[in-house]
């Protein structure tokens, strides 16, 4: 059984920190490409940022130079370190596993919230 959980959110004020972990069981993890997306009320899910098998990273323009994503294979972990954080950052954060077409898994999110 696959499980994608995620940890970290919480309430911080404009320009803060936060460091998101997503652990995974289930799946042979280092194979996966690991994606961050969000969604915030009445908008679509978006993708924030995304590490392939061998690390290689994509970020949406809007966190480009303030989230850094991040992979430990030994612990099965993705990680999604957010600095200079803005209000417009507010939203559920969800984890996501994909190998190829057939394999693609989410976990259940976690609420970030910016504002003073």
């Known amino acids: 059984q696959v499980q994608l959980v995620e940890s970290g959110g919480g309430l911080v004020q404009p320009g803060g920190s936060l460091r998101l972990s997503c652990a995974a069981s289930?799946?042979?993890?280092?194979?996966?490409?690991m994606g961050w997306y969000r969604q915030a009320p009445g908008k679509q899910r978006e993708l924030v940022a995304a590490?392939?098998?061998?690390?290689?990273?994509n970020y949406a323009d809007s966190v480009k130079g303030r989230f850094t994503i991040s992979r430990d294979n030994a612990r099965n972990t993705v990680y999604l370190q957010m600095n200079s954080l803005k209000p417009e950052d507010t939203a559920v954060y969800y984890c996501?596993?994909?190998?190829?077409?057939?394999?693609?898994?989410w976990g259940q999110g976690t609420q970030v919230a910016v504002f003073s």
């Open positions: 996501n596993a994909r190998w190829g077409n057939n394999n693609n898994y």
């Open positions: 289930g799946i042979i993890f280092g194979g996966f490409t």
């Open positions: 590490i392939t098998s061998v690390r290689s990273t």
